[in-house]
């Protein structure tokens, strides 16, 4: 286990404030949310090389000045990451116990939850695995992506090293960091592979094909999310299953 500095929280890096989001900011988030998906259709349907910002625009029913003040390209609008954390899940990660299965167990929590409050609209299993071939048939688009999911896990791990009490280069924040987001990963890869809701092939709203722990017509990734922190904690436990 990393030891902890003599100098304790005076040499962790203290977690940066994120403004919390208001109703402006709500819309311009489901803005730039409508502008990507529509980008995504587009592209996985004639194209990287034949679609254009003025077709992304229309599709998105906005005008195409109203693009340019989200995204600068076509690239960037397909490239999206994981949005910056807000204030309370900067709080909830960055306060309580400092032992590092509580962090973990408090990291995951978050991660999970923000999925229960801004779960994938209906098609997101198609939109998911669209955006993977979109990236795997365009290396230039998996860098940016890629670039992107480091830059937040970074930003995650600044956080726990201010709860852990430890510099940002120590390896403990990133380990726990990793380990989290590797639930997440595992949790979206079981998702995306499921059975399509028949609410995103014709819109009839039923609960087909999801597990039988999830609430009917539930398309988020959550409960997968959940599982695989089950798992990790068995894993981690030490007691006997």
Same mark, same amino acid.
């Given at each position: 286990?990393?030891?902890?500095?003599?100098?304790?929280? !005076?040499?962790?890096?203290?977690?940066?404030?994120? &403004?919390? $989001?208001?109703?402006?900011?709500?819309?311009?988030?489901?803005?730039?949310?409508?502008?990507?998906? &529509?980008?995504?259709?587009?592209?996985?349907?004639?194209?990287?090389?034949?679609?254009?910002?003025?077709?992304?625009?229309?599709?998105?029913?906005?005008?195409?000045?109203?693009?340019?003040?989200?995204?600068?390209?076509?690239?960037?609008?397909?490239?999206?990451? /994981?949005? /910056?954390?807000? #204030? $309370?899940?900067?709080?909830?990660?960055?306060?309580? !116990?400092?032992?590092?299965?509580?962090?973990?167990?408090?990291?995951?929590?978050? *991660?999970?939850?923000?999925?229960?409050?801004?779960?994938?609209? /209906?098609?997101?299993?198609?939109?998911?695995?669209?955006?993977?071939?979109?990236?795997?048939?365009?290396?230039?688009?998996?860098?940016? *992506?890629?670039?992107?999911?480091? &830059?937040?896990?970074?930003? %995650?791990?600044?956080?726990?090293?201010?709860?852990?009490?430890?510099?940002?280069? !120590?390896?403990?924040?990133?380990?726990?960091?990793?380990?989290? %987001?590797?639930?997440?990963?595992? =949790?979206?890869?079981?998702?995306?592979?499921?059975?399509?809701?028949?609410?995103?092939? #014709? =819109?009839?709203?039923? =609960?087909?094909?999801?597990?039988?722990?999830? $609430?009917?017509? #539930?398309?988020?990734?959550?409960?997968?999310?959940?599982? &695989?922190?089950?798992?990790?904690?068995?894993?981690?436990? !030490?007691?006997?299953?």
């Amino acid at each position: 286990m990393t030891s902890r500095p003599s100098s304790s929280r !005076d040499s962790a890096s203290a977690p940066p404030s994120a &403004a919390p $989001e208001g109703l402006r900011a709500r819309r311009r988030r489901e803005t730039a949310q409508a502008i990507h998906a &529509a980008a995504v259709r587009l592209v996985e349907r004639d194209g990287l090389a034949h679609v254009t910002v003025d077709m992304i625009s229309a599709e998105a029913g906005i005008s195409p000045r109203t693009f340019f003040n989200y995204f600068p390209t076509k690239e960037s609008a397909l490239s999206v990451g /994981p949005p /910056p954390l807000t #204030d $309370e899940q900067r709080r909830r990660i960055a306060e309580g !116990d400092p032992r590092p299965r509580r962090v973990l167990e408090d990291l995951v929590d978050v *991660l999970i939850h923000q999925l229960d409050e801004d779960p994938p609209p /209906p098609g997101g299993r198609r939109h998911f695995r669209a955006m993977v071939r979109i990236a795997s048939a365009h290396p230039e688009l998996a860098a940016v *992506l890629h670039a992107r999911f480091d &830059a937040f896990e970074n930003e %995650l791990a600044g956080v726990v090293a201010h709860r852990l009490g430890v510099p940002a280069s !120590d390896p403990l924040p990133a380990l726990l960091t990793g380990l989290a %987001l590797s639930v997440v990963r595992v =949790g979206l890869r079981q998702w995306s592979t499921g059975e399509d809701e028949p609410a995103e092939r #014709d =819109g009839t709203p039923t =609960g087909a094909g999801r597990r039988d722990t999830d $609430e009917p017509g #539930d398309s988020s990734p959550a409960a997968e999310l959940r599982h &695989a922190a089950a798992l990790l904690r068995t894993l981690l436990s !030490d007691q006997p299953e």
